[in-house]
Nanobody, 124 residues
């Protein structure tokens, strides 16, 4: 599976952005997709996850109520709608895919494939 993120950019606090992650290759075997982020000097952290069927979603406490993850199976694309952005949301955002329902969805090690990342910068 190949994953390509897009939609990052520079915005002001309070603005919105929508990230996209286009999957190609063996997408029919994907069990779930996730979004993670990594700020400078910090470890990569979980943001949101969705099962490929779209039946289940989850969010980190830091983004719950502001971010929404969704998917379009016909386009093999997962989205992350980010509203009410804060400077602390500044990070490189990565999407990831997992084939198996083993391991917690918020763990980096549970995912098999990763995109190259897209930069999101929120100015105050």
């Amino acid at each position: 599976v190949q994953l390509v993120e897009s939609g990052g950019g520079l915005v002001q606090a309070g603005d919105s952005l929508r990230l996209s992650c286009a999957a190609s290759g063996r997408t029919f075997s994907i069990y779930a997709m996730g979004w993670f982020r990594q700020a400078p000097g910090k470890e990569r952290e979980f943001v949101a996850a969705i099962t490929w069927s779209g039946s289940s979603t989850d969010y980190s406490d830091s983004v719950k109520g502001r971010f929404t993850i969704s998917g379009d199976n016909a386009k093999s694309t997962v989205y992350l709608q980010m509203n009410s952005l804060k400077p602390e949301d500044t990070a490189v955002y990565y999407c990831a895919a997992r084939y198996y329902n083993s391991g917690a969805h918020y763990l980096i090690g549970s995912y098999d494939y990763w995109g190259q990342g897209t930069q999101v910068t929120v100015s105050s």
